[in-house]
């Protein structure tokens, strides 16, 4: 039997440009997996609203910035329609419904992260095509009493087409590994 060897694309910098796709955790190439199948990759890329639901903290964030670079697409963050010092915390829901619909005038996929995600949807007559929750392992929500209602009222984690489960502290150690190893990082000592 021969086995082919094939050299690891590398960037201008000598990088392997794999290495974010090797050091993906399993539940994220995955969920990347069950995204394109649904978007119709290779064939079509249809117009999906894809959201990512979790508590404050659980990498949300970091789960839509990475599946936006993956499958090509903006990723929106419900962070950015904050209404400052509003106390419950509001959103400017009208302002995501335009970026919302300027995306699907252009028959596009759109990746939109954040708490509370579902009950923003709702106040804009949304509802996504694929749902992600992100469960983050030994995590308490600094926004307990807002999240509690929340989670009983909408059940993201039962609605979810995909849970991941998220343990940052063993994740940021196999990243930053694996980044030493194929770039230009230091080591640390």
Do not use: C
């Given at each position: 039997?021969?086995?082919?060897?094939?050299?690891?694309?590398?960037?201008?910098?000598?990088?392997?440009?794999?290495?974010?796709?090797?050091?993906?955790?399993?539940?994220?190439?995955?969920?990347?997996?069950?995204?394109?199948?649904?978007?119709?990759?290779?064939?079509?890329?249809?117009?999906?609203?894809?959201?990512?639901?979790?508590?404050?903290?659980?990498?949300?964030?970091?789960?839509?910035?990475?599946?936006?670079?993956?499958?090509?697409?903006?990723?929106?963050?419900?962070?950015?329609?904050?209404?400052?010092?509003?106390?419950?915390?509001?959103?400017?829901?009208?302002?995501?419904?335009?970026?919302?619909?300027?995306?699907?005038?252009?028959?596009?996929?759109?990746?939109?992260?954040?708490?509370?995600?579902?009950?923003?949807?709702?106040?804009?007559?949304?509802?996504?095509?694929?749902?992600?929750?992100?469960?983050?392992?030994?995590?308490?929500?600094?926004?307990?009493?807002?999240?509690?209602?929340?989670?009983?009222?909408?059940?993201?984690?039962?609605?979810?087409?995909?849970?991941?489960?998220?343990?940052?502290?063993?994740?940021?150690?196999a990243i930053l590994r694996a980044h030493q190893n194929h770039s230009l990082l230091p080591k640390s000592q």
């Amino acid at each position: 039997m021969t086995i082919e060897r094939h050299s690891t694309p590398v960037d201008s910098n000598g990088a392997n440009e794999l290495a974010p796709w090797l050091t993906a955790s399993k539940s994220y190439r995955s969920l990347r997996t069950s995204i394109r199948s649904a978007l119709g990759f290779p064939q079509e890329r249809r117009p999906l609203l894809i959201a990512i639901d979790g508590l404050d903290g659980a990498g949300k964030s970091s789960l839509a910035a990475w599946l936006g670079w993956q499958l090509e697409m903006p990723a929106v963050h419900l962070d950015l329609y904050i209404e400052r010092g509003s106390n419950p915390l509001q959103f400017r829901a009208g302002d995501l419904a335009k970026v919302l619909d300027a995306r699907a005038n252009l028959n596009r996929p759109v990746i939109v992260e954040g708490i509370l995600i579902l009950k923003v949807l709702s106040e804009i007559g949304r509802t996504p095509d694929f749902l992600v929750f992100v469960h983050r392992v030994s995590h308490e929500s600094s926004l307990r009493t807002l999240t509690e209602e929340y989670l009983r009222e909408f059940n993201p984690r039962q609605k979810a087409n995909q849970t991941i489960k998220w343990s940052s502290a063993k994740r940021d150690r196999a990243i930053l590994r694996a980044h030493q190893n194929h770039s230009l990082l230091p080591k640390s000592q």
